[in-house]
Nanobody, 126 residues
Framework: QVQLVESGGGSVQAGGSLRLSCAAS????????IGWFRQGPGKEREGVAA????????FYADSVKGRFTISLDNAKNTVYLQMNSLKPEDTAIYYC???????????????????WGQGTQVTVSS
């Protein structure tokens, strides 16, 4: 049974940092595509970042480029999302998700992800 578990969410003031983790059981992140999505109050779920270890490629939404960094620790089978210079508009529930392949045109298509975690809340106050 595949299980993705996010952790690391919390409350932080604007300009602060958080690091989210996504650990998997029953599924290897190696050579697969792992994405981070978020859903703010009254908003649709949107792609934040993704990493495709098969091509050693990362993808980012324009809104987080230069502030967020996605990385993969194969030994721990864990994906991280380092979030710096946080803004109130980053407030959302953050989800990790997994799929087989992705590229620059497909990584944001949430309906193409096969597995999802339960989410972790990130709240940024001004």
């Amino acid at each position: 049974q595949v299980q993705l578990v996010e952790s690391g969410g919390g409350s932080v003031q604007a300009g602060g940092s958080l690091r989210l983790s996504c650990a998997a059981s029953g599924y290897s992140f190696y050579s697969n595509c792992i994405g981070w999505f978020r859903q703010g109050p009254g908003k649709e779920r949107e792609g934040v970042a993704a990493i495709y270890s098969g091509a050693e490629t990362t993808f980012y939404a324009d809104s987080v480029k230069g502030r967020f960094t996605i990385s993969l620790d194969n030994a721990k089978n864990t994906v991280y999302l380092q979030m710096n210079s946080l803004k109130p508009e980053d407030t959302a529930i953050y989800y990790c998700a997994a799929r087989w392949l992705c590229n620059s045109r497909s990584w944001e298509k949430r309906y193409e992800y096969s597995y999802w975690g339960q989410g972790t809340q990130v709240t940024v106050s001004s």
